[in-house]
C-alpha cells in the first residue's frame, strides 16, 4: 500500500510514518512538506490514501481537500487536526475529504480510520460523530432536496447502500469498478450532508424518490 503524508512538522510526520510502517510492513509511505509538493507527487504517482494536515504554510484547509479531490476524485484523503471543532470536521468532509482524525487520537485509531476509509467510508472520530450527527439533523429540511440533487447512478448506489450490500457486491450489481462505487458513495454523503452509510441510508427511507431512467 503507498500512502502519502502531507505535515510540515518533521516530528509528527516522521512518528506517523513511522506508525504506519509497523501497522504493516508492506506500507509504503511517502512524505511532502506542502500540499503543493503532495498534488507534484500525486499526479507521478499511484497513492492509495493521503494523510493531510489540516493546517498549513501555504495551501491548507478546505482549499486543498478540494483541489486534491478535483485533480484526484479516486484518492481518499485523510485530514489530521489538532482541532475537534466539529464545525471544521463538516467542512472538510464537504470538501471531499473521506475522514478526520484529530491528532489526539490513538495509534489504533488512525490505523482503524485508514482500513475503514480504504473500504470506501467515511471516518468521523466518535467524539465528534454525535455533534455531527446533531448539525446534519438540524439540516433535516434540505433532506428532500439534497436527494433529489442525486444523479440517478447514485441513486442506484443508494440504493444498494441502504440494502446492506458491499462496495464489491455494489460494484458487481451496477457493473461498475468498485473505486467508482467508492466514488459516488463519497458525492453522496456530500450532498446529502451524512457522515456514515446508516445516515445516508436514513435520508432515502425519509425522502423516498421515485424510479428515475438515465443514461
Given at each position: ?5 502531507i ?21 509504503l509511505?511517502t ?18 490514501a ?10 491548507c ?21 489538532s ?6 470536521v ?10 478526520y482524525?484529530?491528532?489526539s487520537?490513538t ?23 454525535g455533534a455531527?450527527?446533531?448539525?446534519s439533523?438540524?439540516?433535516a429540511?434540505d433532506?428532500?432536496?439534497?436527494v433529489?440533487?442525486?444523479?440517478d447512478r ?35 454523503f ?5 457522515v456514515?452509510?446508516?445516515?445516508a ?8 424518490i ?6
Amino acid at each position: 500500500m503507498k500512502l502519502l503524508i502531507i505535515d510540515d512538522h518533521p516530528l509528527f510526520r516522521d512518528g506517523l510514518a513511522a506508525l504506519l510502517g509497523q501497522a504493516s510492513p508492506d506500507n509504503l509511505v511517502t512524505p511532502a512538506t506542502s500540499i503543493e509538493d503532495a498534488l507534484d507527487l500525486a499526479d507521478e504517482q499511484i497513492f492509495d490514501a493521503v494523510f493531510m494536515d489540516l493546517m498549513m504554510p501555504g495551501m491548507c484547509g478546505e482549499p486543498a481537500v478540494r483541489e486534491f479531490t478535483r485533480r484526484h476524485p479516486d484518492l481518499p484523503i485523510i485530514v489530521l487536526s489538532s482541532s475537534e471543532n466539529a464545525s471544521d470536521v463538516r467542512r472538510v468532509l464537504n470538501a471531499g475529504a473521506s475522514g478526520y482524525i484529530p491528532k489526539s487520537a490513538t495509534a489504533q485509531t488512525v490505523v482503524s480510520a485508514l482500513k475503514l476509509v480504504l473500504s470506501g467510508n467515511i471516518y468521523v472520530p466518535p467524539l465528534l460523530l454525535g455533534a455531527a450527527a446533531r448539525a446534519s439533523e438540524q439540516h433535516a429540511p434540505d433532506g428532500p432536496r439534497s436527494v433529489a440533487q442525486l444523479t440517478d447512478r447514485q441513486i442506484d448506489v443508494l440504493r444498494h447502500l441502504k440494502d446492506g450490500l458491499t462496495n464489491k457486491e455494489i460494484s458487481a450489481h451496477l457493473g461498475i469498478a468498485e473505486k467508482t462505487v467508492k466514488v459516488h458513495i463519497a458525492a453522496i454523503f456530500k450532498t446529502l450532508n451524512v457522515v456514515n452509510r446508516t445516515q445516508a441510508a436514513k435520508c432515502l427511507h425519509d425522502f423516498p424518490i421515485a424510479s428515475r431512467k438515465g443514461p
